[in-house]
């Protein structure tokens, strides 16, 4: 029987997705109808993008799952109608496109690469800096993506800490977790990578009373979501040299409106929320193993857990 797949996301996306998603669906031996267009009551699987035009899942009879096209959830995961399965995109491009991000703007700071960027007028200042070894970052977030950040920072000789809702251990990974985690996960960052999904837990985690932990001067990335940044108490923090700087790739409203303090604050920099993004090649493969798997009856990968929100 053939299986209908809605591809739900917009034209542009379709025109990059359609090849590589069939040459996947056919690797994987479906038979299958992909399609941006299906009558809903036919439909067994949907390839989703949050922002696009489905928010009522109730004439989807036959649906059997979500397959999310990007790592967030956070506009789906709470949908009352949604009944079935929800998968959330895990993929190596992703991944590895992020870890290039979060590398390439910790080094900027770490070596303190602005100085020579923006020149240094003819003062010949001898500031060497110091080894990775010296320099401590801390990445909140331990799952696909802040781990494989943190791995990568440890490999270059970053003195590396992690913290995560439930405990683990990682090999040359200071491993941390729960309130307390948190606390000593923002003592020692020199450099702040968050990669917390949004959920309720993680709203606001960086606030007056959590950056007052910070070190003085410490350089705050967020390539995770800017609902996890109070945005008033950041700028306060600034001010006050609390923190030396943020580089920003999320915000709470995207794009981030033109009025925002952010874009003209010397030492905030923005980046458009393009620190990675799901590659065709590498998703198409993992939808179609999910695809595989639910028409064999095996567990789907990468499942969202409604209740913790990610
Ligand atoms: P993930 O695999 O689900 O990992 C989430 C991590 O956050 C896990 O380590 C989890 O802890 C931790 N966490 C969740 N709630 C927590 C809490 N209340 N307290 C402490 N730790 C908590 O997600 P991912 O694939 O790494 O992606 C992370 C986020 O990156 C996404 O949700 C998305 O918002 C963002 N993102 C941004 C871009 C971009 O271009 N800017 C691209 C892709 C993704 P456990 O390990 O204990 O579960």
């Not at 989807?60 to 790592?71: S, T």
């Not at 331990?142 to 494989?148: I, M, T």
Request: hydrophobic share 40%.
């Amino acid at each position: 029987m053939t299986t209908n797949i809605l591809f739900a996301a917009n034209a542009t996306r379709w025109a990059t997705y359609e090849a590589p998603l069939r040459r996947a669906l056919d690797a994987a031996g479906l038979s299958y109808d992909l399609s941006p267009e299906h009558a809903p009551e036919t439909v067994d699987y949907i390839v989703y993008a949050p922002s696009q035009e489905i928010s009522d899942f109730t004439p989807f009879k036959r649906l059997k799952a979500v397959l999310n096209l990007w790592a967030g959830v956070e506009t789906v995961v709470n949908n009352p109608t949604l009944r079935v399965p929800l998968a959330r995109m895990v993929d190596h491009g992703l991944t590895r496109g992020m870890v290039e991000w979060v590398t390439g703007h910790v080094l900027r700071h770490h070596l303190g690469l602005d100085a020579y960027i923006h020149g240094l007028n003819g003062r010949w200042t001898h500031n060497v800096p110091p080894l990775a070894r010296d320099r401590r970052v801390s990445v909140l977030g331990l799952g696909e993506l802040g781990r494989a950040c943190a791995e990568t920072l440890a490999g270059l000789g970053f003195d590396t800490a992690g913290w995560s809702r439930s405990a683990r251990t990682i090999p040359n990974l200071t491993c941390l977790h729960g309130a307390d985690g948190l606390t000593a996960a923002l003592e020692r960052a020199e450099i702040l990578v968050l990669l917390l999904p949004d959920t309720p837990a993680t709203r606001d985690i960086l606030t007056a009373a959590t950056l007052a932990h910070l070190p003085e001067g410490a350089v705050i990335l967020n390539p995770g979501r800017g609902t996890l940044i109070d945005d008033a108490a950041l700028l306060t923090a600034l001010e006050s040299g609390r923190v030396g700087h943020a580089t920003l790739d999320t915000f709470r409203t995207e794009p981030l409106p033109p009025e925002h303090p952010y874009w003209a604050h010397p030492r905030v920099t923005i980046t458009p929320h393009i620190a990675s993004e799901t590659r065709p090649d590498t998703a198409s493969e993992v939808i179609a193993e999910n695809v595989r798997r639910g028409e064999a009856g095996e567990p789907l990968l990468h499942l969202v857990d409604r209740d913790l929100g990610y």
